[in-house]
C-alpha cells in the first residue's frame, strides 16, 4: 500500500519546491477501504452504496436540467442562417472537445483529492493555475483542428468563412475553458471539506456545465462574427492570431507541474481520437437534422446522460487504480478478465454494482429528460417513440460502461493516465454511439408514420 501511495505522489505533486510528499495527507473519510483475498475484486475503493446513490443522483439530475437547457439552445439556434453556412457541423465536435476537457479535469482533480494532494490552499491555487493552462492549450488547439476538418469537408474555401469558423470555435472553447476549470476546482474543494466523494459529483457537473457554457458562447460568439465577418475580417485574423501566440504562455504554465506537463506531452492521442468521433456524429447530426426537425431537441440529452454515467464510473474506476496498484499493474485479476461483458453487471463486486445502479439510472433520468423536452417544446407524446428513445439510451450507456471497464486497465497496463485518455474517448464514443441510435429511433418512427413526433 505504502508503494502504491508513493507512485501516486510522484505522479501528482507539484514542481513546487516548497511543496513535499510530508505536505500531502491522505484522507480517506468518504471512502472506505476493502481488501478481502477471497473475493475476485481483491481491493475495491468504495463507497457505501447508500452513499453513491444519495451523492450521484442529485448532481446528476441537476446536470439533466442542463442537459435539456442546452438542448433547448442550441434547436433554437439550429436553423439560424450561421449554423447552416457550416457552424451546426462544429457544434457537436465543439460540445465533445468542451466537456472532454471539463470532465477530464474533473476527473484528474478528484483522483488528487482523494489522494489528499489539494488539502491545502496553495496546492489548490496551483492546481487551478497549471490546469487552466493546459486546458486553453488543448481548447485552443484542438478547436481550432476541429474547425479546420470542418472547412475541408463543406469545402468552405471562403476566406471571410473560414476565419469566421476558426475565430468563433477557438474564442468560444478559450473563454469557457477558464470559467469552467475555476468552477470545477472549487466544486472539488468544496465537495471535500463536506466529505463528498468529488468523483461522484464533478464529472457530471463538468460535463453538462460545460455544454451549456460552450453552446451559449458559441452561438452569440459565432452569430456577431457571421454578421460581421467581411467587415471584420482583420479582427477576426487578428483574435485568432492574439489566441495561437498566448499557446506560448499556456504551455510555460503548464508545464510547471508534473501531471499538467505528462498531459501535455502525451495526452493529445485521446482528445484528437475523441474529435474525429465528435466530427462523425456532427456529420451524421446535419444528414438528421434536415431529415427529422425535432431530433436536435433530444441529442444533447441522449449524449449528455450517457457521457455524464460513464465519466462517473471512469473516474471511480481510475482513482482505484491510483490508490492500490502501480501503473503497468493491475491490482486484481488479469486484463482479458475484464474483456467479459457479463463482468460488467454481474453484481459481485461493488464496481460491477456500481456500474448496474448506473444503468438503472438512465431509464428515470431519460423518462424525466425527455418528457420535459416534450412539455417544454409542445410536442405531442408517443410511448413508441418514448420506448424506441429509452432503448436507444440503455443500448447506448451498456456499450459505454462495458468499454469503460477494460478501457480504462488498459490505459493503466500502457502505463498511460486513466483520468487523461479515457474520458475523451468514452464521451465521444457515447456522442456517435447516441447520435446514430436516436436516429434509428428517429427512422423507425417515421416508418410508422409517427409524423407529428419527428
Same mark, same amino acid.
Given at each position: 500500500?505504502?508503494?502504491?501511495?508513493?507512485?501516486?505522489?510522484?505522479?501528482?505533486?507539484?514542481?513546487?519546491?516548497?511543496?513535499?510528499?510530508?505536505?500531502?495527507?491522505?484522507?480517506?473519510?468518504?471512502?472506505?477501504?476493502?481488501?478481502?483475498? %477471497?473475493?475476485?475484486?481483491?481491493?475495491?475503493?468504495?463507497?457505501?452504496?447508500?452513499?453513491?446513490?444519495?451523492?450521484?443522483?442529485?448532481?446528476?439530475?441537476?446536470?439533466?436540467?442542463?442537459?435539456?437547457?442546452?438542448?433547448?439552445?442550441?434547436?433554437?439556434?439550429?436553423? $439560424? %442562417?450561421?449554423?447552416?453556412?457550416?457552424?451546426?457541423?462544429?457544434?457537436?465536435?465543439?460540445?465533445?472537445?468542451?466537456?472532454?476537457?471539463?470532465?477530464?479535469?474533473?476527473?484528474?482533480? =478528484?483522483?488528487?483529492?482523494?489522494?489528499?494532494?489539494?488539502?491545502? +490552499?496553495? $496546492? $489548490?491555487?496551483?492546481?487551478?493555475?497549471?490546469?487552466?493552462?493546459?486546458?486553453?492549450?488543448?481548447?485552443?488547439?484542438?478547436?481550432?483542428?476541429?474547425?479546420?476538418?470542418?472547412?475541408?469537408? $463543406?469545402?468552405?474555401?471562403?476566406?471571410?468563412?473560414?476565419?469566421?469558423?476558426?475565430?468563433?470555435?477557438?474564442?468560444?472553447? =478559450?473563454?469557457?475553458?477558464?470559467?469552467?476549470?475555476?468552477?470545477?476546482?472549487?466544486?472539488?474543494?468544496?465537495? +471535500?471539506?463536506?466529505?463528498?466523494?468529488?468523483?461522484?459529483?464533478?464529472?457530471?457537473?463538468?460535463?453538462?456545465?460545460?455544454?451549456?457554457?460552450?453552446?451559449?458562447?458559441?452561438?452569440?460568439?459565432?452569430?456577431?462574427?457571421?454578421?460581421?465577418?467581411?467587415?471584420? !475580417?482583420?479582427?477576426?485574423?487578428?483574435? !485568432?492570431?492574439?489566441?495561437?501566440?498566448?499557446?506560448?504562455?499556456?504551455?510555460?504554465?503548464? =508545464?510547471?507541474?508534473?501531471?499538467?506537463?505528462?498531459?501535455?506531452?502525451?495526452?493529445?492521442?485521446?482528445?484528437?481520437?475523441?474529435?474525429?468521433?465528435? =466530427?462523425?456524429?456532427?456529420?451524421?447530426?446535419?444528414?438528421?437534422?434536415?431529415?427529422?426537425?425535432?431530433?436536435?431537441?433530444?441529442?444533447?440529452?441522449?449524449?449528455?446522460?450517457?457521457?455524464?454515467?460513464?465519466?462517473?464510473?471512469?473516474?471511480?474506476?481510475?482513482?482505484?487504480?491510483?490508490?492500490?496498484?502501480?501503473?503497468? %499493474?493491475?491490482?486484481?485479476?488479469?486484463?482479458?478478465?475484464?474483456?467479459?461483458?457479463?463482468?460488467?453487471?454481474?453484481?459481485?463486486? +461493488?464496481?460491477?454494482?456500481?456500474?448496474?445502479?448506473?444503468?438503472?439510472?438512465?431509464?428515470?433520468?431519460?423518462?424525466?429528460?425527455?418528457?420535459?423536452?416534450?412539455?417544454?417544446?409542445?410536442?405531442?407524446?408517443?410511448?413508441?417513440?418514448?420506448?424506441?428513445? !429509452?432503448?436507444?439510451?440503455?443500448?447506448?450507456?451498456?456499450?459505454?460502461?462495458?468499454?469503460?471497464?477494460?478501457?480504462?486497465?488498459?490505459?493503466?497496463?500502457?502505463?498511460?493516465?486513466?483520468?487523461?485518455?479515457?474520458?475523451?474517448?468514452?464521451?465521444?464514443?457515447?456522442?456517435?454511439?447516441?447520435?446514430?441510435?436516436?436516429?434509428?429511433?428517429?427512422?423507425?418512427?417515421?416508418?410508422?408514420?409517427?409524423?407529428?413526433?419527428?
Amino acid at each position: 500500500m505504502e508503494g502504491h501511495f508513493e507512485t501516486a505522489v510522484g505522479d501528482y505533486l507539484e514542481h513546487d519546491p516548497s511543496l513535499s510528499i510530508n505536505d500531502v495527507t491522505v484522507s480517506s473519510s468518504s471512502e472506505d477501504i476493502v481488501i478481502d483475498i %477471497e473475493n475476485e475484486e481483491k481491493i475495491q475503493d468504495c463507497d457505501s452504496l447508500k452513499t453513491f446513490l444519495w451523492q450521484t443522483i442529485p448532481p446528476f439530475m441537476l446536470a439533466g436540467v442542463g442537459m435539456v437547457g442546452a438542448g433547448a439552445l442550441f434547436d433554437s439556434a439550429s436553423n $439560424q %442562417e450561421f449554423m447552416r453556412a457550416g457552424a451546426l457541423n462544429l457544434v457537436p465536435a465543439l460540445l465533445g472537445l468542451n466537456g472532454n476537457l471539463q470532465m477530464t479535469l474533473a476527473s484528474r482533480i =478528484s483522483t488528487m483529492a482523494n489522494l489528499g494532494f489539494i488539502d491545502k +490552499k496553495k $496546492q $489548490q491555487l496551483w492546481a487551478l493555475v497549471c490546469n487552466v493552462g493546459l486546458i486553453q492549450v488543448q481548447a485552443i488547439i484542438v478547436s481550432l483542428i476541429a474547425a479546420i476538418v470542418v472547412i475541408v469537408l $463543406q469545402n468552405m474555401f471562403n476566406l471571410s468563412l473560414a476565419v469566421w469558423l476558426m475565430a468563433s470555435a477557438t474564442l468560444t472553447l =478559450s473563454i469557457g475553458s477558464i470559467l469552467l476549470a475555476s468552477i470545477m476546482v472549487l466544486l472539488t474543494v468544496v465537495a +471535500k471539506k463536506f466529505n463528498i466523494n468529488p468523483d461522484n459529483i464533478a464529472t457530471p457537473l463538468a460535463g453538462t456545465t460545460g455544454d451549456v457554457t460552450t453552446i451559449y458562447l458559441f452561438i452569440k460568439i459565432a452569430s456577431y462574427f457571421y454578421e460581421n465577418r467581411e467587415i471584420h !475580417l482583420t479582427v477576426h485574423c487578428l483574435i !485568432l492570431a492574439i489566441l495561437l501566440f498566448s499557446t506560448i504562455g499556456w504551455i510555460w504554465i503548464a =508545464s510547471r507541474q508534473k501531471v499538467t506537463l505528462q498531459v501535455l506531452k502525451y495526452g493529445w492521442g485521446a482528445i484528437l481520437s475523441a474529435m474525429c468521433f465528435s =466530427s462523425g456524429s456532427g456529420a451524421i447530426l446535419d444528414k438528421s437534422t434536415s431529415q427529422f426537425d425535432n431530433l436536435a431537441k433530444f441529442q444533447t440529452v441522449i449524449n449528455g446522460v450517457g457521457g455524464n454515467l460513464v465519466a462517473i464510473h471512469s473516474s471511480k474506476i481510475s482513482t482505484y487504480l491510483h490508490k492500490f496498484a502501480d501503473k503497468g %499493474e493491475l491490482p486484481a485479476n488479469t486484463l482479458l478478465t475484464y474483456f467479459n461483458p457479463i463482468k460488467t453487471f454481474n453484481c459481485k463486486n +461493488k464496481e460491477s454494482i456500481q456500474g448496474a445502479i448506473l444503468l438503472v439510472l438512465t431509464i428515470p433520468a431519460q423518462l424525466i429528460l425527455a418528457f420535459s423536452v416534450h412539455f417544454l417544446n409542445g410536442l405531442p407524446f408517443d410511448w413508441l417513440f418514448m420506448a424506441l428513445y !429509452l432503448g436507444a439510451s440503455l443500448v447506448q450507456v451498456a456499450l459505454l460502461l462495458y468499454i469503460c471497464q477494460w478501457l480504462c486497465r488498459t490505459f493503466w497496463v500502457l502505463k498511460c493516465n486513466p483520468d487523461t485518455n479515457s474520458i475523451p474517448i468514452l464521451t465521444a464514443l457515447g456522442d456517435l454511439f447516441g447520435t446514430v441510435l436516436l436516429f434509428c429511433a428517429f427512422y423507425i418512427c417515421s416508418l410508422l408514420n409517427l409524423k407529428k413526433t419527428m
